[in-house]
């Protein structure tokens, strides 16, 4: 069964970039658009972008071009960075799992990421 | 965008009420309509896909139907464990789009 695990800062500070990593395992990586999903606090769930075995990605225009999906094939990992984060970036950051035409399959169990100086 | 709006944002319910939440699509998605469900401190779990098709594992009192821009998803009898929160998401077209939520209270 297919595990995805979030890891990455818990304390990012104004105006310098969110890294995240989503390490896959129990699955192939291969098929999959692999996706991240944020939800401020007591907030819904907003989309954020994803990127397929090959590099394809596609993103949320709401992000204003701030965002870049990457994936590491070889280490079954992909990755999220989001550049001049604000507060209200500030949010659990979850990664997840779809086919093409399919919804979500498979979530990490989240990250919160807190943007403050 | 496709814009995803559920209704009610929250109810009260009690444990064996039947429970109804709507969700409706701003354009026309067929059937690429998938409901979640979230508890507190907790990643969503996906609960139905293709509007109406249950995930492994799901209990059978959840039901979803619609197509379109109309769906609902029906508890025929509310759980103790179903009080959460309700997200519809339409993956027809990017970027993907989640309703707001439906959070459902214990009366």
């Known amino acids: 069964q297919v595990q995805l695990q979030e890891s990455g800062p818990g304390l990012v500070k104004p105006s310098e970039t969110l890294s995240l990593t989503c390490t896959v395992s129990?699955?192939?990586?291969?098929?999959?658009?692999w996706n991240w999903i944020r939800q401020p606090p007591g907030k819904g769930l907003e989309w954020i972008g994803d990127v397929s075995y090959s590099g394809t990605t596609n993103y949320s225009p709401s992000l204003g071009g701030r965002v870049t999906i990457s994936i590491d094939t070889s280490n079954n990992q992909f990755f999220l960075t989001l550049n001049s984060v604000t507060a209200a970036d500030t949010a659990v950051y979850y990664c997840a799992r779809r086919r093409t035409n399919w919804p979500f399959d498979s979530w990490g169990q989240g990250t919160l990421v807190t943007v403050s100086s | 965008d496709i814009q995803m709006t559920q209704s009610p944002s929250s109810l009260s319910a009690s444990v064996g009420d039947r429970v109804t939440i709507t969700c409706r699509a701003s354009q026309g998605i067929n059937r690429w309509l998938a409901w979640h469900q979230q508890k507190p401190e907790k990643a969503p779990k996906s609960l139905i896909y293709?509007?109406?098709n249950l995930e492994s594992g799901v209990p059978s009192r959840f039901s979803g139907s619609g197509s379109g821009t109309d769906f609902t998803l029906t508890i025929s009898s509310l759980q103790p464990e179903d009080f959460a929160t309700y997200y519809c998401q339409q993956y027809l077209s990017y970027p993907l789009t989640f309703g707001g939520g439906t959070r459902i209270e214990m009366k």
């Open positions: 293709g509007a109406s």
């Open positions: 129990g699955g192939y990586i291969s098929d999959y658009k």
